[in-house]
Each structure stands twice: as structure tokens, then as C-alpha cells.
């Protein structure tokens, strides 16, 4: 496992998309018609262009902020020495302190867009295919974040383990990792050992780097890994709501504590425009994966998102101004028996039962789906939900009323006894609720 104080070699990103190509046989141009070879060299030099002009204003941006005389070279070398010099210990939590340093990148994008001081660096035909927030936001993280990284995240190591949360996390890691597949709610195949490797190499790539958009596409394509290893010689397509109990496994086989800091560096210093799409919503699923296992305390807990689980989201939603991602409604829905071969199920808070049936029936392949209902089950009761009622509701309310061993199970009609529910008295076990 990497040493989180340790300095971390700042060329990673550079280097990765400077390996030299494969040696290919040289084919005889001449062979393609000159009108072929026009056109393709047309194309080329546009490219060349567009990718110079880039190249040229993240450049232009990298000798501002050198230049301490400048508006923004004064800026960034003084907010840098600030944190270089211990300012990042003075604020009371990590929120605070990534925050800070969002903050002053988005300050210095916005007057950089804005300002003279990149007009030298382009031509108008240039700034017209141009995505210039992009490009300079990309070269402030290598102006700003390159030289902090290191600082940084021994703060966060540092904020982490002075409140037990790294430790927390461990010991949950520990614990999980001697269950089953089957205790961890895992339905589909998990990585092998080689596949494991390649992931943990991604999630390596991921920890070494200093932008958060390149950190953001090393975790993409862990996933894209994960849903390899899912669907290897199953003949079964899985999908994402069979993913979050096979991440739980991988994470519980990876560097927990890298991934932990990596998550809460990408989600607090990306840009909240590139929150949105499939990035937004894997990282939120990697953070609440994180979340569950970090409080994991029983089979029921793992498997139920949590009121405190939901009210994090939410407060990180709030703060970077991006839509909800789809995590908190996710489902566990188990067959049969409690806490047997699970699925996971978006289920919005205004889908009713009868509809969460529907999605259960196909994906346990019933045949009589008019005899299966959704129930709530508890060590004393089984309760069949009314098909109207609102699952995600009933979920809240168990939560909230910290009763903690119930779970949700879609099964046959009929076949349980009558139980009391504690505190109401006998009650029939199928009454609808």
C-alpha cells in the first residue's frame, strides 16, 4: 500500500499519454489516391491546430501563474505558500480545506476566461472550437493541485486519523473481508485474481495523480473492469444495479484508505459541471459503497442505505449544486428468505410496491408472478406491503424507528404464520401495510 506522506511522482499524469507507440510496418503512400491524401492531411493539420492552440493558452496559463508581478501569479504563489506553510492545518475539518482550494481554482477560471491576459495566446477561429473552461481549468490543477497533492493529502491522512475514521474503516475491512459472496449480497461473478491486479492498478494510476479529472477517469475505468469481470462467461448481462455488491467486494480486496481519500479529493475539487453524467454518478456510488462499509455493523446494515448515508448525500448535493445521483434510491430486495440471493433496485421514493414487483418478477425469472408480493420482514413479523404503498417510505420509517434486523423480501403469498409486531400486539403476519 502506498505511504500517503509520501512525495508522489508529479510526471504519472504527464507520462501516461506520452508512451511511445508500437512499431508498425510502413505502408507505401503511394499507393492511396492524391485526392485521398489531400484530404487526409487536411484533417491532420486541423487537428495539429486545434491541439496547438490548446497547447499554446494552457501554456500561456502555467507562465502567468509564475510570474509573481501578475494578478494571478501573486494569487496562486501566495495561496500555494499559504497551504505549503501550514495553512492547511488550521481549518477544522477536510471539507474546509478542499474547499478552499476549489474555491480559489474557480476564482481564477472565471477571471481568467474573462480577462485579456489569454488573448495573445489564441486566434478567434482558434477560441470558437474551443472549450476554454476546460483547458484552463485542466492547466490550473497543474498549477495549483500538482503542488499541493502531497500536502494535501497528508492533511486528509492527517483529519482522518485524529477522528478514527481511517481506523473505522480498516477494522470494517478486516471484518468483511472473511464473508461470503453470498453475505455480501454479491449475485453476480466477481474479479479473479488477474482481474483484481488490473483493477488495483487502475486504482494505483488513480491515487498517484494530482488532477481530480484524471483521478475521475481512472475510477471509470476500474468500473468498466468490474463490469468485465461481472459479466466473464456468465452468459448473463449484468447491470448497475447489480454492481454496488461486487465494488463492495472489490474495495474490501483493495488499498481502502487510498480509494477513501481519492473519493472525497475528486468529489470536493472537481468542477460541479463535470459531476454530471455517468462520472457524478459512479462517484457517488463509490462513496456510498465506502459509507456502508465504513459503518458496517450487521448483514441488514450493508444492505440498507441509512438515513445518515442518505443525509450526507444530500448535503453534498447541496453544496456542489449538481442533481442528485440515483445512489440513494437504490434497493435491496431479497427472494424468498431475508437476506437471500439479493438484487439491488432503483426504486424512487414515488414507486409504489406493486411496481417494485413488477422489476422483481423479471429478475427472478417467475413464471406466476400474480402469487409473489413484496414483503417487510422482521425477527417476529411478515408483512405484506399494500400494492399501493411506497416502499422507499416504509424503508425510512423502519430506519428512523431503529428497528435493526428487518429486510425486504419478494416471496409467495400464504406461507407465513401469524406473529405478534412488537408494541401493536397480535397482528395477521400478511396484513397489508
Known amino acids: 500500500a502506498p505511504f500517503y506522506g509520501e512525495p508522489c511522482s508529479s510526471s504519472v499524469e504527464e507520462e501516461a499519454d506520452a508512451h511511445p507507440a508500437t512499431p508498425r510496418k510502413k505502408h507505401q503512400s503511394a499507393a492511396l489516391p492524391g485526392r485521398v491524401l489531400h484530404r487526409l492531411s487536411a484533417v491532420g493539420s486541423a487537428l495539429t491546430s486545434f491541439l496547438s492552440a490548446e ?24 495561496f500555494v505558500g499559504h497551504v505549503l506553510r501550514g495553512g492547511a492545518a488550521r481549518h477544522p475539518t477536510s471539507t474546509d480545506l478542499l474547499q ?39 492547466a490550473l490543477y497543474k498549477c495549483v493541485l500538482k503542488p499541493l497533492r502531497d500536502c494535501v493529502y497528508g492533511q486528509l491522512l492527517d483529519f482522518h486519523s485524529r477522528d478514527g475514521s481511517l481506523q473505522k474503516l480498516r477494522d470494517h475491512q478486516l471484518t468483511m473481508s472473511h464473508q461470503s459472496l453470498a453475505e455480501l449480497g454479491v449475485t453476480a461473478s466477481v474479479p479473479d485474481a488477474p482481474a483484481l491486479e488490473r483493477i488495483q492498478a487502475k486504482l494505483l494510476q488513480m491515487h498517484q495523480a494530482y488532477s481530480p479529472k484524471k483521478k475521475e477517469a481512472q ?14 462467461g456468465t452468459g448473463e448481462v449484468y447491470g448497475a444495479d447489480d454492481f454496488l455488491p461486487v465494488l463492495t467486494y472489490v474495495l474490501v480486496k483493495c488499498d481502502i484508505v487510498s480509494v477513501q481519500l481519492d473519493v472525497e479529493y475528486m468529489m470536493e475539487l472537481l468542477d460541479p459541471s463535470q ?31 441509512s438515513i445518515e448515508a442518505q443525509d450526507s ?23 424468498q428468505e431475508p437476506f437471500a440471493n439479493q438484487k439491488a433496485i432503483p ?36 408483512r405484506l406491503l399494500a400494492g399501493d404503498s411506497r416502499p422507499q417510505q416504509i424503508r425510512s420509517a423502519s430506519l428512523k424507528s431503529h428497528c435493526s434486523s428487518s429486510c425486504f423480501v419478494y416471496k409467495l403469498k400464504g406461507e407465513e404464520t401469524e406473529a405478534p409486531l412488537e408494541g401493536d400486539g397480535p397482528t395477521p403476519a400478511q396484513e397489508p401495510i
Open 100 to 138: 478552499e482550494i476549489r474555491q480559489m481554482i474557480s476564482s481564477l477560471k472565471g477571471y481568467l476566461c474573462e480577462s485579456s491576459e489569454l488573448q495573445d495566446a489564441w486566434e478567434y477561429g482558434d477560441l470558437e472550437e474551443m472549450d476554454l473552461g476546460s483547458v484552463v481549468e485542466a
Open 347 to 382: 426504486v424512487p421514493a414515488h414507486m409504489t410496491a406493486a411496481s417494485v414487483c413488477v422489476i422483481c418478477s423479471k429478475k427472478y425469472g417467475v413464471s406466476n408472478p400474480e402469487a409473489y408480493g413484496l414483503f417487510l420482514v422482521t425477527d417476529s413479523t411478515s
Open 55 to 78: 497547447r499554446r493558452l494552457a501554456k500561456r496559463v502555467q507562465e502567468l501563474t509564475q510570474e509573481p508581478a501578475s494578478y494571478v501569479g501573486g494569487l496562486v504563489q501566495n
Open 219 to 232: 475510477l471509470l475505468k476500474a468500473c468498466k473492469l468490474i463490469y468485465e469481470a461481472m459479466n466473464h
Open 275 to 305: 459531476l454530471q453524467g455517468e462520472g457524478g454518478y459512479y462517484l457517488t456510488t463509490w462513496f456510498g459503497a465506502l459509507y456502508h462499509i465504513s459503518n458496517f455493523q450487521s448483514a441488514m446494515v450493508t444492505r440498507q442505505i
Open 313 to 335: 448525500i444530500h448535503r453534498w448535493q447541496r453544496r456542489r449544486s449538481i442533481p442528485l445521483i440515483i445512489f440513494v434510491d437504490i434497493f435491496y430486495v431479497s427472494f
